[in-house]
């Protein structure tokens, strides 16, 4: 089992930034990749980015050269800084955990652990 437990939302303002973080704990040994993903009511799922354990990094399109994905190994935690904020962004985020490498293309089906997520909303 991995427990995730995301923090960091808020509200900002579009163009500005938030870092989001990701902290995981008990059996991390196995996982492969951290992905984020994020829902705004009404819409789809959609992939954020995703992290592998050596550092390959994903991006979905619409969040490529905006968002950066790091780790720190240390402290069990992934990051997701959000730059350029855009009303568009704004929506509940969650990070999630696989234990296959295929996940870095942030299909949903390949996590088994997922946090409660934390709400980001971005203001025009």
């Known amino acids: 089992q991995v427990q995730l437990v995301e923090s960091g939302g808020g509200s900002v303002q579009a163009s500005g930034a938030l870092k989001l973080s990701c902290v995981a704990s008990?059996?991390?040994?196995?996982?492969?990749?951290i992905g984020w993903f994020r829902q705004a009511p009404g819409k789809e799922w959609g992939g954020v980015a995703s992290?592998?354990?050596?550092?390959?990094?994903s991006f979905d399109a619409s969040t490529k050269g905006r968002f950066i994905v790091s780790e720190d190994k240390s402290k069990d935690t992934v990051y997701l800084q959000m730059n350029s904020l855009k009303p568009e962004d704004t929506a509940m985020y969650f990070c999630a955990a696989s234990n296959v490498r295929a996940a870095l293309d942030l299909k949903r089906w390949h996590y088994g652990y997922w946090g409660q997520g934390t709400q980001v909303t971005v203001s025009s």
């Open positions: 008990g059996r991390t040994s196995s996982r492969q990749v």
């Open positions: 992290i592998g354990r050596d550092g390959s990094t």
